[in-house]
């Protein structure tokens, strides 16, 4: 039996008061179940809506890519800069310390690499989804691709199905095959696609009328970085892209193969959260690579 003695009357019910109303500055997200919200409240920023994502999954494909040779040397000493991680369950588990305490985007399909062309994909068991404790799982989709384009749809689909029953959101991640243009019209149609079949957030590439790829894709997009361009150059990628409408970056390469990494993160976060210019983010870049 609970202690009842001094039990205090409670007193402040806030009557005539409206109840506290709540906004969740995730696009396409408000209606979405608590789990659900308070995963992507992990990954994006909750005052600017964005987030910069760190992504060194590329081993999956491309093996110890530059930069990812030993990610206990590289990537550890970024972790602490990042809002969230994309990485593979393999490097999760081997490499990165439990006690980061930072949201997990696991790169949840496999099957290709870069000795074949694209292969038809698996997908992870949710259940081991849970058991790491993700707040998302990334799932590959190539649209275009006549070969692997149903396979990988319904990978997504499946994806959906199973985040759905646990609250895990699904970022699609669109691929982009050899053929395919990288246009306005090919990225908006592959993001549409990926939330129309549920994604939650989309992984896209930037290009010349990227505000339409955003506007027409109700769920948030990030950009991916593409690969190694001069500090500046990535910079000005982000910025156009958050300018643009895109909800952050999940970006590798223009950071694990900088010259300075920490540094380039910092530089990236100043312009996703903070609007920083291009040229005040190299300033910044420039600035706390000398330190
Ligand atoms: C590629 O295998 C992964 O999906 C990467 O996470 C993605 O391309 C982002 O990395 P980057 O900025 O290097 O393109």
């Not at 949710?126 to 990334?138: H, K, P, T, Y």
């Not at 992984?203 to 506007?215: D, H, I, L, P, S």
């Not at 990494?261 to 300033?283: G, R």
């Amino acid at each position: 039996m609970a202690d009842l003695d001094g039990l205090r009357e409670g007193h402040n019910y806030g009557i005539g008061v409206n109840v506290v109303s709540q906004h969740f500055p995730v696009k396409g997200a408000e209606n979405l179940p608590w789990g659900m919200k308070d995963r992507l409240s992990r990954i994006f920023n909750m005052k600017t809506g964005r987030t910069v994502m760190l992504a060194f999954d590329h081993g999956f494909i491309m093996g110890p890519t530059s930069g990812l040779e030993r990610i206990d040397l590289t990537i550890l000493p970024l972790i602490e800069y990042a809002d969230c991680l994309m990485c593979t369950r393999g490097i999760l588990r081997a490499v990165v310390p439990p006690m980061t305490n930072k949201p997990i985007c696991l790169r949840s399909d496999a099957g290709t690499s870069l000795l074949t062309s694209l292969n038809d994909n698996v997908l992870i068991d949710i259940e081991d989804a849970v058991r790491l404790n993700v707040s998302a799982m990334a799932v590959m989709l190539a649209i275009g691709e006549a070969e692997h384009e149903a396979k990988t749809v319904a990978n997504l689909y499946k994806a959906v199905d199973a985040g759905t029953r646990y609250g895990i959101p699904v970022m699609g991640v669109t691929a982009v095959g050899k053929d395919m243009a990288r246009d306005a019209r090919y990225f908006g149609l592959a993001s549409r696609i990926a939330a129309e079949n549920g994604a939650n957030i989309v992984k896209t590439y930037y290009c010349e009328g990227f505000e339409k790829v955003v506007a027409a894709c109700p769920v948030p997009i990030v950009i991916a970085g593409g690969k190694k361009l001069p500090e500046l150059e990535a910079l000005e990628l982000c910025y156009k892209a958050v300018n643009d409408g895109a909800a952050g970056v999940d970006m590798g390469r223009n950071v694990f193969q900088s010259e300075a990494p920490v540094a380039m993160l910092q530089a990236v976060k100043a312009v996703v959260h903070d609007n920083m210019s291009p040229n005040q983010a190299f300033e910044l870049f420039n600035e706390l690579k000398s330190r």
